[in-house]
């Protein structure tokens, strides 16, 4: 929490903050609108703005002893952060290329902003550290729209063992070598399998297929209206996701 408490301006010791009063109240609406606004911007691709909104928010919290909750102190020092990625470095998966309509849009767009992130910073993670980055995806996409956003339903020892797995066991270890295309398939299939989340699996499981697609050389897959269609007609078979996948996913040009 961010707890640093107002100074009397002149850089003298810090001054009692009345936590009851309108000033403060003013203040901590100011910071929790301008969070709300720098995550909206982020899906809207203005990570400039975003950016600025977010150092603001931070910077007046500070400034007026703000206490904030971890939920939006971190949400605003996540899009500080994802923002700089997006402003500075190569765009590893280009979020303009959603091209769906409405609130889905914008947060597919986000998660794909998170996505850059991750492969930017996230070169050779561990399975803790990637399935940190895994459910930050799946909140990017669907915080304020689904219940337990970012969360698993339940404590999921499985989603653990898959990540540990895809990372460590020689089995997979071996077959991402031998055939990259074929283990991202996997590491997709098996979060369908797992089922953690109420809703967004699809969408959570090919955030996951792009991270190591992009990692092994090949181009992110990204749906697209004429073949979504397909798609939902042959996920039905983990033969038939495979099939799907492998008639799209190309190597990088």
């Known amino acids: 929490m961010v707890s640093v408490q107002k100074t009397d301006g ?15 109240a003013d203040a901590k609406k100011a ?12 899906g809207d691709l203005s990570y400039g703005e975003a950016r600025s909104k977010a150092a603001w928010a931070l910077k007046h919290a500070e400034e007026n002893g ?23 470095k190569p765009h590893l998966i280009e979020p ?10 914008r947060g597919l767009r ?18 803790e550290g990637l399935e940190d980055h895994f459910l930050q ?30 990372l460590i066991d020689e089995h997979y270890k071996k077959l991402r070598h031998e055939d990259p295309v074929e283990f991202a398939i996997t590491a997709f299939t098996e979060v369908l399998a797992a089922h953690p989340f109420q809703q967004g699996n699809h969408r959570a499981a090919n955030l996951l297929m792009n991270y190591f697609l992009i990692q092994d050389g090949y181009q ?4 697209s209206n004429e073949d979504y269609m397909q798609y939902l007609m042959q996920r039905t078979s983990r033969s038939g996701i ?6 799209r996913i190309k190597k990088q040009k």
Do not use: C
Request: a negative charge; glycine letters at 8%.
């Open 137 to 166: 995806w799946h909140g990017a996409f669907s915080r304020g729209e689904m219940v337990f956003s970012g969360e698993y339903m339940q404590k999921h020892g499985q989603m653990r063992q898959l990540f540990q797995g895809l």
């Open 220 to 223: 992110p897959y990204i749906y």
């Open 110 to 127: 986000r998660a794909m902003a998170f996505l850059n992130y991750s492969l930017h910073t996230l070169k050779n993670p561990t399975p």
């Open 66 to 88: 703000v206490w904030l909750t971890v939920d939006p102190e971190q949400t605003a020092k996540s899009v500080l952060a994802v923002s700089e990625v997006m402003l500075e």
């Open 10 to 24: 002149g850089g003298g010791l810090p001054r009692p903050i009345d936590y009851s009063s309108k000033e403060y």
């Open 242 to 247: 495979q099939q799907f996948f492998k008639q």
């Open 96 to 105: 303009s290329e959603f091209k769906v309509t409405g609130e889905d849009l």
């Open 31 to 42: 910071v929790d609108e301008s969070i709300k606004e720098s995550w909206r911007l982020l």
